[in-house]
């Protein structure tokens, strides 16, 4: 049986704590959301909640983090968030978040983990769709020892190596075979950082919110207590003993390759913005944010690259309408020969497929051409278009009071013939919330399940007078 996309069943208790990096307090809610979703953030602070996208094209720092950023707004140090998600099987989730950071918790991704886990896991009608990797991807940093690769694999795996020319990590290793087992091995190791490197973070506006109860502390470089009592009261953190070199908690490691399984944690959560699970084996050298993101964009390009090669598209036009051809007629002002959409078989809060059946009788064969009918591509984009307008008009009092008009469209493509006999199946996906009118869409067009033609649509809601 074909395995099914999955959300949460409620809203999770409210996560409270502090930014590790802006120390700002936050509070952060798990919501569950509706198929192909995907991961958003809601940044419930601002004006008008702007949604951040959780993919990989909206990455736009990772200094000792990752952040996305899209409508104005930002999520910072989201991949425990995210390495939590991905590994427990969530595809559809929406966030709320009160600040431009996530709480950094326990350091780990393990709350998170439990907080989902509480809050119930259900599977939903769509199935999950994984991007198979067919050949090797790889990439490298030679100056910085930075290697990350995946091959073809039935499921997903990771083998995680680090080293840091520290005396007192050496080289370490870790591996995850099933994300069966990430709860207990891979979610409770905290994040860390040389106690050499903390002036320069704190100096840099960095970790504002880090201690020792939510971050490793590795002191490869011996002090004395002097020394530690001094900086500690510089960077205004409790005072610590001295060990010597070794681990500055005062707690146990928990894997004696802890730092390792973090490295494997934050590779889990970087990937996740893939946008869609993968099936593969990935091995690692030296990961970090930076080089994982961009080993993630490869990744993504790849998955564009198979979609571009003929990789079909599987709609089941044979389902029955969830919207037929009298309700369209009451939700939209089109009439012949201008309404281009017959029924509508899927529909979610922002998402839409629908169906137009290509005839020889269609009006504009007689002209668009005698001999060789095509169906003109502003007309395909048209009813691209209305499908789009069946969605928003779905959601609003007395649709047949109001329409909807074309204010821009943009990255427009034509990929193939549409022609008599052939079943054209529309796909629309809002870009961004619905603010003042305004609807912004990419669009779709399918025939057989391959592109026939694509672009961006923007439109206004407008009431009828």
């Given amino acids: 049986m074909a395995e099914k996309q999955k959300t949460i069943k409620q809203a999770g208790a409210p996560l409270k704590g502090k930014g590790l990096h802006t120390g700002v307090a936050v509070e952060m809610t798990f919501k569950p959301a509706p198929e192909n979703y995907g991961y958003r953030f809601k940044r419930i602070d601002l004006e008008n909640q702007p949604e951040i996208r959780a993919i990989v094209d909206n990455v736009t720092d990772t200094t000792r983090s990752t952040t996305v950023e899209e409508n104005g707004a930002k999520v910072g140090t989201i991949e425990h968030v995210m390495s939590a998600l991905y590994a427990l099987g969530i595809d559809n989730i929406l966030i709320e978040i009160n600040a431009p950071e996530t709480p950094i918790l326990d350091g780990c991704s393990a709350t998170f983990v439990k907080n989902l886990l509480e809050a119930g896991i259900v599977e939903q009608e769509a199935e999950k769709v994984y991007y198979e990797v067919k050949s090797n991807i790889n990439y490298s940093d030679e100056e910085k020892g930075i290697e990350l690769m995946t091959f073809p694999d039935d499921n997903i795996s990771f083998n995680v190596m680090v080293d840091y020319n520290s005396p007192v990590l050496g080289n370490q290793y870790a591996t995850l075979n099933s994300f069966k087992t990430y709860a207990e091995e891979i979610a409770p190791c905290k994040t860390f950082c040389f106690l050499r490197e903390v002036e320069y973070l704190i100096n840099n506006?960095?970790?504002?919110?880090?201690?020792?109860?939510?971050?490793?502390?590795?002191?490869?470089?011996?002090?004395?207590?002097?020394?530690?009592?001094?900086?500690?009261?510089?960077?205004?953190?409790?005072?610590?003993?001295?060990?010597?070199?070794?681990?500055?908690?005062?707690?146990?490691?928990?894997?004696?390759?802890?730092?390792?399984?973090?490295?494997?944690?934050?590779?889990?959560?970087?990937?996740?913005?893939?946008?869609?699970?993968?099936?593969?084996?990935?091995?690692?050298?030296?990961?970090?944010?930076?080089?994982?993101?961009?080993?993630a964009k490869l990744i993504r390009q790849e998955i564009k690259k198979s979609k571009q090669k003929g990789q079909k598209v599987e709609f089941d036009i044979t389902k029955p309408a969830i919207i037929d051809i009298n309700r369209i007629k009451e939700i939209m002002p089109h009439r012949y020969p201008f309404l281009l959409v017959d029924k509508i078989i899927e529909m979610t809060p922002t998402e839409i497929v629908g169906i137009k059946n290509i005839t020889f009788n269609e009006p504009f064969f007689q002209g668009h051409f005698p001999g060789e009918p095509v169906m003109p591509g502003v007309l395909q984009i048209e009813a691209m278009a209305q499908t789009g307008g069946i969605l928003v008009l779905s959601n609003v009092d007395e649709p047949e009071h109001y329409s909807t008009y074309f204010v821009k469209i943009d990255k427009v493509k034509f990929k193939g013939k549409v022609i008599p006999g052939d079943v054209l199946v529309f796909k629309l996906e809002l870009t961004e919330p619905i603010r003042r009118g305004i609807v912004s869409m990419r669009g779709q067009a399918f025939v057989n399940g391959s592109v026939v033609s694509e672009g961006e649509l923007t439109a206004m809601i407008t009431k009828n007078r």
């Fill in 205 to 295: 506006n960095l970790i504002k919110g880090g201690t020792l109860n939510n971050a490793l502390v590795i002191m490869d470089q011996e002090k004395t207590q002097e020394e530690l009592d001094a900086l500690s009261d510089k960077l205004g953190r409790p005072r610590v003993n001295a060990k010597g070199r070794g681990i500055l908690n005062e707690e146990e490691l928990i894997f004696a390759n802890e730092p390792a399984r973090h490295k494997l944690l934050d590779l889990v959560g970087d990937l996740a913005l893939i946008g869609m699970p993968i099936k593969g084996k990935i091995l690692a050298t030296r990961p970090g944010h930076a080089s994982n993101v961009q080993f």
